[in-house]
Structure formats: structure tokens, C-alpha cells
């Protein structure tokens, strides 16, 4: 019941926002990911690994509009010691389960009724809700040493354009780390940069 009750007050609201707000859309939406992590530590580079994410988005506004989102994402990537004998000696995969919000601030470079360019640039917020390290524990000078030296707050920066065809809505941007996503004792700078392509369709 309480299930029903949401989704009929969400109905509601964008009925309202449909009647009231210019150039308001909203949908679900589905997309790739392809993660690389930055560091500064000797020793250890970084490999890249492929996710995915889904989740929705609303946009406001005709020429210029504001696209708020809500995506369930999966970040992180490889860790590999370049000193080590053996790859599974030496490589250590980190997987975050993060909701991340971004919120983006764009521009319609063409804007012809079914078919629409666009630019757009924000913030994003991303709330990790899990995290895997495999292995979980890693000898020598190795700096993650658990799950805790993981921050549970993520900010970052996404730029990017997209197109509109009809009811669907292809996007194409990247994303750069701004805040350092290790929290452990040892000095280390760990950012997660992600490239993006989602594909949505728009509902109303």
C-alpha cells in the first residue's frame, strides 16, 4: 500500500510539473560505465573496469534547463602493484555501490521539436551504500587496507552533450573525481573518473 501511495503522489507531482514547468520531461534511464582510477602512489597503477547504471532523470526548462538525476551506479576500478611477481599477488579490484545524484545545468544547440543537441555540465553527488575490495586485505606498502579507508561520500564533476529523437534521450559525458576517495592513514590521493553513455526515454 505504502508502495502505491508513492508512486501515485510521484504521478501527481509530475502531472503538476507538466502543467506548470516549460519544456519538463522525465523518465527512466540505462547506461554504461568505464572506470579508471587517478592516484598519486608509487609503485601502483591503475587498470580500467566496466559497469553499468540505471536510474531516472527530469529535465526543466526549453533552451536553457536544469536536469536533476537519480542513479543507481557501480564505480571503482583495478589496482594493480607493478612490483609484484604474479598478477594475483599483486591486483586488487575495488567496487562501490554508490546512488548518485547529479545535477546539470544545459544548453540546447538544437532545438527542432523531435530532434534536439545538447550541452550540459554540474555536479554529482554520489552516496556509497556498498563496498568490496577483492582481496579484502593487502600486505606490504600497499595503502587500502579495508573497507573503512573508503569514503562514504563521493563528489565529482560531469560535462558532456546528448541528442533527443522523438520520446529517446542518448547521453555521452565524463565524469572527473574532485574529492579524494581514500580516508586511511597513509598519504594517498585516490580519485574515480568515469566515462558515461546512458540511454533514456522520456514518459512525459
Not at 45 to 60: D, N, P, V, W
Request: hydrophobic share 40%; net charge neutral.
Amino acid at each position: 500500500m505504502k508502495k502505491l501511495l508513492f508512486v501515485l503522489s510521484l504521478s501527481v507531482l509530475a502531472i503538476m510539473a507538466d502543467a506548470q514547468v516549460p519544456g519538463f520531461c522525465i523518465g527512466p534511464k540505462i547506461g554504461y560505465n568505464s572506470n579508471a582510477l587517478s592516484l598519486d602512489k608509487e609503485g601502483i597503477s591503475a587498470g580500467l573496469k566496466s559497469e553499468f547504471q540505471f536510474g531516472a532523470f527530469m529535465r526543466l526548462g526549453k533552451k536553457v534547463y536544469l536536469q536533476p538525476e537519480a542513479n543507481y551506479q557501480i564505480r571503482g576500478g583495478i589496482l594493480n602493484d607493478d612490483r609484484a611477481t604474479s598478477s594475483s599477488s599483486g591486483e586488487q579490484t575495488i567496487k562501490l555501490k554508490t546512488i548518485s545524484v547529479p545535477v546539470l545545468l544545459g544548453f540546447r544547440v538544437i532545438n527542432s521539436g523531435p530532434f534536439n543537441l545538447r550541452l550540459m555540465a554540474g555536479p554529482t553527488m554520489s552516496f556509497v551504500i556498498d563496498k568490496e575490495l577483492k582481496p579484502a586485505e593487502m600486505v606490504g606498502v600497499w595503502p587500502i587496507h579495508s573497507k573503512d579507508d573508503i569514503k562514504n561520500s563521493i563528489w565529482s564533476l560531469q560535462a558532456g552533450g546528448g541528442i533527443d529523437l522523438f520520446s529517446f534521450t542518448l547521453d555521452v559525458r565524463y565524469e572527473i573525481g574532485l574529492d579524494n576517495m581514500y580516508q586511511g592513514t597513509d598519504d594517498f590521493n585516490l580519485k574515480n573518473n568515469i566515462f558515461n553513455v546512458s540511454l533514456g526515454f522520456k514518459l512525459l
